[in-house]
């Protein structure tokens, strides 16, 4: 699973919208949009800050387990 799958996923299953998103990891709408189309990929500091809002581990967002937990 690619990682631009994953973001999109938690952020429907929190009802967000891409605005919101892009709002929340301080990054603009546009460049939100393409991560989630995967034209780009989100900068390590991005991608923690995704995992501590949807309290999810890097790994899942990173697409390396389907464990959603966190290690600590």
Known sequence: MQIY???RDLREDRD???VQCAKM???SKNTYIRYERGEIEPKFDV???MAKFYDVS???IAGL???KRKYW
Do not use: P
Request: hydrophobic share 40%.
């Open 58 to 60: 890097v790994d899942y």
């Open 5 to 7: 799958n994953r973001i």
């Open 47 to 49: 991608i923690i800050r």
């Open 65 to 67: 387990t389907n464990d």
């Open 16 to 18: 967000l919208t891409q």
């Open 25 to 27: 990891l301080y990054v």
